[in-house]
Each structure stands twice: as C-alpha cells, then as structure tokens.
C-alpha cells in the first residue's frame, strides 16, 4: 500500500479497475475460484506456463487520462473515477510529486495475475487484439442496462463522443446489439512496453479523504479478480493500442528487460538481484517515508557511472525495498545471500555539523535490517547500525559496503528465504541526508 497521501484525490481507474493510491487501501486477493459477487477470491485466469517469449493472452482497462475524459464521464459515474498515475501501490513518487516515468509507457497489474509477486518494476510487451472481450476463458463480457455486470459503466452508453489526444472518434462496436464488446484495435501489430508502478486490486477499501465514496467501503473489483489476466494501462498507453471509449481491450503480453527488450520467463516472474541500479529495478517497491526531500535517480558522481537515489529522511524515517509477495516459491530473492552490497554517500547541504545526522567523511549511520513484510518477521538480530561497519572501499564521498546476511542470523528467524523487504532507517535526532547506489544482493 502507498505511504503517503494525496489529499482528496480518489485514485479509481476506468471501469472500477482501481490502482490502488494514498488515498485507497487494498487486501491483496488469495487465490481461489468463487463467482460470488461478495467474494473477494481470485477466479483463476487459463492456466498457462509458456516459454520464454510467447505471447499470454489477457484483458486490460486503463486509469488515468486527460480533464476532458473527466469532465465527460464523471457526472455520471463518480468525482475522480479515473484517478491519476502517482502516489501508486508501488511507491516511484519522488518528493516532488512528479511521475519518474512516461506516462504512456506505465501501467498497473491485478493482484489475481499469476506473475503478480515481484510484479513493481516489471516490465511487459503489450498489443492489442480485435475482436470481442473475454469475462473468462470462453464467455465474453455481457454489456446490459450501460454496465459490464452490476458495477462497470460502459462509456459508449454515457457518451461515445470522445476523441483521444490524437483527435480519433471511437470506430464503435459492432456487437452492442447483442450486448457484448467488440475492439477495432488501431494496429494488431503494434507493440508497446510498459512498466508496472502500482496494482489492480479484487478487493478495495476506499480511505476517508476519498470523493464521491464512503470511508471504509470495500467493493469488488471484478476486472482485477481474474478470470482473464488483467493490466490496468495508463490511459495514454491505452489510447496508443485502442480508443479509450471502449474502456476495455483484449491483448496478447509477455514480460521482457525494461532495457534491452529482451523477453523474459513468466512464471516465476522475474526478479533483479538489484533493488537499484542507475534506477528502481525490476521486482522491488521503493518507498522513502518521512522524507523530508526525495530522488528516485539523479546523478550524484556515483563511482560507476550510475544513478544514484538520494533523500533527506526525518527522524524515524527510512527508505524501503520491498519485493511483495517476495517469499511465495520460486521468487525468495533472499534465499542464498551472502551479503547486501551498495555505494553510500552523506549528503548534507552544508558543512555545519548540526545540519544533519551524516556528516561527510563518515557512514551515514542508519539502522539497516531486512523483514517479511507481510508477516511483519523480523530476524533474530533485527538491526544493524551501518556506522559500525568499515567499508570495503571509499571513492570521493562515497563508502562501499558489504554487509553480511549472517549478521542478521536470518537463517533461525524467520528463515531467510521468506525475507522479502530491505529497509534504512534514521535513528538519529537530526535528518539523515544520504544518497544510495547499485544496491545488490549477492548470493
């Protein structure tokens, strides 16, 4: 969940597909097989294991958009239906608020996928696929009264007259008649990528500062609950595949390096032995809390030549990595680790030792521990100081440290590979102002 708020901003997306934000919570679903429109379990999607660089068919509605989309649809649907990209389940807000990633190239991923574990930072190829929309394998959406179901408005029967950013009218759908979805995809050829930065929950529970909702209300998510594999793209994503009136698309995905564009396995999903590197990796949530100032990259004369992320922290503050979903079989990134290594630097604003907790020419002195994040486990000795340690090597201002997982004693508590969080915290009375780089975990 996002640990910080956005004031009154609901972050819904189109067609009750809901990432969830600062200002939404969610339960992440359990895996089942329930039809109960009261049930919050997963139905689970086609069984599927392809190899490396298939494509897997799925399903996908979008979030976010432009005021005109807002202005057209939310009279009739709610204030804020169609939330915003930042502040997601994920964490990538910098302090600034800014988004550190293209907004056509981002997208949100339903708790109910399997590949969901590890999913923050991941990315997909994705294209979309004419034809009709799929509930679940074999029985397409049925469209009745303006809704998909008893809660997802179809936005052709508020108002079809739409144009995207590229001033195109929606083409239709030719099976309105007989009340199911039909997409004219712009090109079934066209690919594009995106990177995962929050999660579809089944289940969501709406926060107090939410408009148009009721503080504490859970409701079903019926898209994020399966039955498909299911994305939530941004609402420019979307637009590039298919016209966002239909709201909802088929496609054909598959998981490839956010760099390269290579393709990668899709179960396990992939996970980065890199929390950072030169930039948030694939598998891991980045989350600074108490932040008085925070940069998800910026360059700071890291002795590789890499992206750093720096932060002024408050008091009791920290930065955390996680990798949710982390201990489920065949992901347990800390399984085997030798050691966390990284490059850190103090980063005070000035030479005045009273301007922060980390002078220069010392380790910043933050508590260091890693955890089940889920559980909330702790390893037998639960914390390090990180000025306790030497460093390996120094360059500049930076340190170069190695610090061994047996000094957590993880093994007897609670196992490490059910470890699935990496944080750093400030126990100082002053703010701890650092930057962190090429954060790894050695096996």
């Known amino acids: 969940m996002a640990m910080r708020s956005l004031g009154a901003t609901l972050i819904l997306a189109a067609l009750l597909c809901h990432t969830t934000s600062a200002d939404s919570s969610s339960e992440e679903t359990a895996a089942g097989d329930s039809n109960s429109p009261d049930n919050f379990t997963c139905i689970n999607p086609p069984a599927s294991s392809p190899k490396r660089g298939s494509w897997i068919h799925g399903r996908s509605t979008y979030y976010g958009g432009p005021d005109v989309l807002s202005k057209l649809y939310d009279p009739t649907r709610w204030e804020g239906s169609f939330g915003i990209l930042t502040h997601g389940s994920c964490g990538y807000t910098p302090s600034d608020g800014s988004l550190p990633f293209a907004r056509d190239a981002v997208a949100a991923a339903a708790d109910c996928n399997p590949d969901y574990p590890g999913v923050c930072g991941r990315c997909y190829q994705v294209k979309c696929v004419s034809g009709p929309v799929y509930e679940k394998d074999n029985e397409q959406v049925q469209i009745s009264n303006g809704q998909y179901g008893a809660n997802r408005p179809y936005l ?123 930039g948030v990796q694939a598998g891991w949530d980045w989350f600074p809390y108490n932040a008085q100032s925070s940069t998800i990259k910026q360059y700071a004369g ?24 982390g201990s489920a079989p065949g992901y347990q990134p800390f399984k085997d680790a030798v050691s966390i290594d990284f490059w850190i630097k103090p980063n005070p604003a000035s030479t005045d030792p009273f301007d922060s907790s980390t002078p220069l020419g010392k380790v910043p002195g933050l508590k260091i521990f890693p955890s089940n994040d889920e559980d909330q486990k702790y390893c037998k000795i639960d914390s390090i100081n990180l000025s306790s340690l030497a460093p390996v090597k120094t360059s500049g201002d930076w340190f170069y440290m190695s610090v061994p997982m047996s000094s957590f004693n993880c093994d007897e508590y609670p196992g490490a590979e059910l470890l699935d969080r990496f944080d750093f915290q400030n126990v100082e009375e002053r703010n701890a102002k650092f930057c962190l780089a090429d954060v790894q975990i050695v096996t």
């Open 302 to 325: 890291v002795p590789s030549g890499k992206g750093a992320t720096c932060m002024s922290i408050a008091p009791k503050g920290g930065l955390t990595f996680k990798n949710r979903r």
């Open 156 to 278: 052709p029967a508020i108002n079809p007259g739409l144009k995207d950013s590229f001033g195109r009218s929606w083409p239709g759908n030719p099976l309105n008649k007989s009340g199911h979805q039909f997409v004219d995809c712009w090109n079934d050829q066209k690919v594009i990528t995106v990177r995962i930065i929050d999660q579809c929950p089944c289940k969501q529970v709406i926060a107090s500062n939410a408009p148009g909702k009721s503080a504490g209300t859970t409701q079903k998510q019926d898209w994020c609950c399966g039955g498909q594999n299911h994305f939530d793209l941004s609402y420019w994503a979307f637009e590039k595949l298919a016209h966002p009136v239909y709201g909802v698309m088929s496609i054909d995905y598959r998981p490839v390096d956010c760099d390269s564009q290579t393709p990668l396995t899709f179960l396990p999903g992939y996970v980065s032995s890199y929390m950072y590197l030169d």
